[in-house]
């Protein structure tokens, strides 16, 4: 590309013939080139395009804008921290704001999870909190515990590690073998029995007792970590059922097998709690969490760990490294700055509790979608709804896209889909007519790809 030619792509987004380069992730990237869907600025609830059109957020932009955009106090931060110290290293120093950030998380979590491991993505959190699994288990003397168990329909990023215990074919079936020694749980979805649920289902506390026979067939000496997300997002909201996760704890203590929780979605507030792991009454032994504890302004992950874990590694030699691992932007000071203004503002605003205040009306507006045509279920949790629509015949997953590309095309409003499954999870500081503004717009779309 000529430097006119890039000017005039900087300058006019609106001209698919300009938007060549970026392979977009986890994109039709042909279909999005022929009819862009382009934001340009955003504030609070909304998105606005170039030409000043107003988009309702109704996806909180990838589960991750929990406190609304834009918000004040969150850019000033980052403002004030990007002139006072752009970066430090983590690799052997440190600064302030890291040790802060660790201890208001470490706060927040449940029982003894009190020591916090920065990353920079939800994927590289999945992968890391399977390291340290792995490797506490060598500290123990079991090096033999290598196996990870996942689940059915789970996402945990897009690392080998994550998309090994994951258990979304299509982010699977391209990219070979992937780690050895990994088994997966049933997924815990089953619409004959589970269809139209609010909140937790009744149906399917059993199928955690599926641990019990992979204990039988692998031998628990060689099981490291199972992980599993309390609400599985990704695969299109699947709430956990009553007991389910409870009963997969009791398990892994039967077995002393370590439970890892992917909160990247669930957590800072998204279930009406600091983390779902509170909702649940389950203390896993590591929580993974990225996306809502920085809104989304600046990217920042990380693991959670109890504090017997991390002690194991706490031995040998003091000036020697005791886990070879991390990353170059491991507890950013900007992204340190952004959580600790996130977290001021999830506290004054008591958006956790909003969440849960909010709930069952948010379950009412998503529901009155039920009888609409091609609407097959639909299921909430917390600030979260999903609708699933019947596929067209010999196309499945057309149905959904169109609903996404029409809701923002033409009833300003966005939304997640997968497949066919719309998915719904607004920003926190929705009110309560924008709930029903969302839940019209949506079955205006339902309509249109009727």
Known sequence: MSPAQGLRAANDVTNPNDLDSWWLPFTANRSFKARPRIVARAKDMYYYTADG?????????LWCVNAGHNRDPIVSAIQAQAAELDFAPAFQFAHPKGFTVASRLAELAPGDLDQVFFCNSGSEAG?????IAIAYWHTQGQGQRSRLIGRERGYHGVGFGGISVGGIVANRKLFGSLLAGVDHLPHTYN????????GEPEWGAHLADDLERIVALHDASTIAAVIVEPMAGS???????KGYLKR??????????????DEVITGFGRTGFAFAAERYGVVPDMITFAKGVTSGTVPMAGVIVRRGIYDAFMKGPEHVIELFHGYTYSGHPLACAAALATLDVYRDEKLFERARSLEDKWADAIFSLKGLPNVLDIRTIGLVGAVDLASRPDA???RGYEAMDRAFQEYG?????????????????VTEDQIGEIADKVGKVIRAVA
């Not at 619409?191 to 609010?198: V, W």
């Open 53 to 61: 059109r107003q988009v309702m957020d109704g996806s909180a932009g």
């Open 191 to 198: 619409r004959a029995e589970q269809a139209f649920s609010r």
């Open 413 to 429: 409003l966005m939304f997640r889909v997968t497949g066919d499954t719309i998915a719904l999870s607004p920003p926190l500081i």
């Open 396 to 398: 499945v997953g057309q």
């Open 235 to 241: 695969t299109g909201v699947l709430p956990p059922p």
């Open 127 to 131: 992968d890391t909190a399977l390291k």
């Open 248 to 261: 997969l704890r009791q398990i892994c203590d039967k077995f002393g097998i370590l439970l890892i929780f």
